[in-house]
């Protein structure tokens, strides 16, 4: 009778790939450099009379 008995073992699982952390929030500056850096390419752009007027 020992011998009709199946054994089954569990599957091997794969190793999850490890996650990307997601990142943290923005720092409190950021928006205000890209604002600066608009504000900068738009004199710039003035100054150099691509805008016409």
Not at 6 to 25: A, D, L, N, S, T
Not at 35 to 50: D, F, K, R
């Amino acid at each position: 009778m020992n011998e009709n008995v199946v054994k089954f073992r569990r599957p091997e699982k794969k190793p999850v790939p490890p996650v990307k952390k997601p990142r943290g929030p923005m720092p409190g500056w950021v928006p205000w450099l890209g604002l600066v850096a608009l504000a900068v390419v738009l004199y710039g752009v003035q100054q150099g009379g691509w805008l016409g007027g």
